[in-house]
């Protein structure tokens, strides 16, 4: 065991030494909590409020990892450029610090204005600093275009820390749209159009040794990144699908083995079947105490449409990742979590739409991915599957959703509730009580879930799942009537029932806090509340970038 700690020591950046009892790693709307207590108390209880509220808020307990001596959790839904107070209990244990999130608007310092269209590769060599931000981005009025017609690598290569990318247009990048350099860190590309990178791909099977090219790729301890309101779309090449083996080609966004802190929100990202991602989001290494987004991380408010394989893959570390309110369609894995070798990961919020396993078989896929297994450090076997996964408040569709809620692999540590897991396939792992698994209060089932299923939704004409108040189902049985002066009965009737869906969730503080009704609503949206965002268009304060307007 003693040898464990000194492994993780060198793969996991929060060591004891050195290190305060209890510190906050913020992001725009989100604090990671760790604390450092010799031994695992009762639950480590949490309240917080923004400094000069009067009232404190009530947490999610953060879980204890034996390994780090370490209770770790997450705030969600905080606002940007505040300061929270925040107060942890475990037992006799206390202590109180401050954190303050991210500002929306990063400091800008020197600015490298461009236009027209280029076919040149774009470096950046020289970044800024924390108080001021390089920025490269069109004059004001005009556009520009980077065009490399498949002559160059990549569009844009960053190899400096707090560089800001905004409003460019990239365009037939040989393999990258964007590429940023191992170890850069502190990186924002918004608004931003990506399109036609990569090589055509195809499966390993066929003899295609290459793969993943991304409209943005991180390589190896690159981090901080801030990746929004893009639309990032149509690869040149493609990923074959499962049918020819496991599939292998493009994708929208990958990290490697990332430093963490990143976040990624608000994009578009969509292609054709034939021309679909390998992943969405995603990087590696899957199996590791790092990975992508590795700790500290948001995904959020992303459309992720047509891959063949994980729309959102987060696999490694998954310290302190929150993935929420993403519209994931046309996948064949909806959000992948092998490995969640630290944790916690949160999945909250996210509705899972249509899934398919290739072009011709449309039986579909798994919603959660899961998995761990054992690297060798140093001549010792660890485990990558011992973190947790908190799973609240999604909506899985159907029909033509995923067939199972949880892959067939082996899975610890997973807590779910109020989850709409309506599915034809199986719902929870065989070993449903396997160490610390929690899978309660989730409206679940499979038979005859299509239509029914539909119907416990609100028509809408945009991406919204409302709740209807009251929904179809079969009342099993001989029933009898009397109507019209006449008597008859009808066997297993459909009639119009309360939404079992209604006021039917369990209480979760910090994540359904602002419910309204009798108690929260399960799944995705909550009636009475504003919708969900998905998308670059649906982002707070969003603009039409310089490639749109001129």
Avoid at 77 to 93: F, N, P, W
């Amino acid at each position: 065991m003693v040898l464990f700690f000194a492994i993780v020591a060198l793969l996991w950046p929060f060591g004891l030494r050195g290190a305060p009892a209890a510190w906050g790693v913020p992001t725009f709307e989100s604090i990671g909590i760790y604390y450092n207590v010799a031994e695992e108390r009762e639950a480590c209880a949490v309240r917080y409020r923004a400094v000069g509220d009067a009232a404190w808020r009530e947490g999610y307990p953060l879980v204890y990892d034996a390994r780090e001596k370490q209770y770790r959790g997450s705030l969600v839904g905080l606002r940007a450029d505040t300061v929270y107070e925040i107060e942890l209990t475990a037992g006799a244990d206390k202590t109180a610090f401050q954190t303050r999130t991210w500002r929306e608007e990063f400091p800008i310092g020197a600015v490298t204005e461009v236009d027209g269209v280029s076919d040149q590769t774009l470096v950046v060599r020289e970044g800024g600093t924390e108080k001021g931000w390089r920025l490269v981005t069109p004059a004001k009025g005009k556009k520009f275009v980077s065009d490399v017609f498949n002559q160059s690598d990549y569009n844009i290569v960053v190899e400096a820390d707090y560089v800001i990318l905004r409003g460019l247009e990239l365009r037939n990048a040989g393999i990258h749209g964007v590429q940023i350099k191992a170890g850069v860190q502190h990186v924002v590309i918004e608004d931003c159009h990506i399109t036609l990178w990569g090589r055509v791909g195809g499966a390993r099977v066929w003899g295609v040794v290459g793969g993943s090219d991304s409209a943005v790729n991180a390589d190896k301890g690159a981090g901080h990144l801030v990746i929004q309101r893009n639309l990032i779309e149509y690869p040149r090449g493609a990923a074959n699908d499962w049918e020819s083996g496991h599939p292998s080609g493009p994708q929208a966004i990958s990290l490697r083995d990332s430093s963490g802190g990143n976040v990624i929100r608000y994009n578009t990202i969509r292609s054709t079947e034939d021309h679909g991602f390998n992943d969405g989001i995603g990087g590696g290494s899957n199996y590791s105490f790092e990975g992508s987004p590795n700790r500290d991380s948001d995904i959020y408010g992303n459309i992720v449409a047509n891959c063949w394989d994980d729309a959102i893959e987060s696999e490694g570390a998954n310290a302190n990742v929150r993935i929420w309110s993403n519209y994931i369609h046309h996948t064949f894995v909806h959000i992948a979590t092998a490995a969640t070798a630290m944790g916690p990961l949160y999945v909250f919020r996210n509705v899972f739409g249509e899934s398919r396993i290739s072009h011709q078989d449309p039986s579909g896929g798994m919603m959660i991915k899961t998995g761990m297994n054992q690297v060798t450090v140093n001549g010792e076997k660890v485990s990558t599957g011992l973190g947790y996964r908190f799973i609240f408040h999604n909506t899985a569709l159907q029909p033509r959703g995923g067939l199972d809620v949880f892959s067939s692999h082996e899975l610890h540590n997973a807590v779910t509730r109020n989850n709409i897991f309506y599915s034809r396939g199986r719902t929870y792992p065989r070993e449903f009580g396997a160490p610390r698994n929690d899978f309660k209060n989730d409206l679940t089932g499979g038979y005859l879930g299509g239509g029914f299923v539909k119907s416990m939704f609100l028509p809408s004409e945009g991406l919204e799942w409302f709740l209807a108040p009251r929904s179809e189902r079969i009342q099993w049985g001989r029933v009898e009537y009397s109507l019209n002066g006449k008597k008859f009965a009808i066997t297993d009737p459909v009639v119009l029932g309360k939404n079992p869906a209604v006021d039917a969730g369990v209480r979760l503080p910090g994540f359904n806090d602002g419910f309204t009704g009798d108690g929260p609503d399960m799944g995705a949206f909550e009636t009475g509340m504003p919708g969900l965002r998905f998308g670059r268009e649906m982002a707070p304060g969003f603009v039409r970038a310089p490639w749109e307007l001129y």
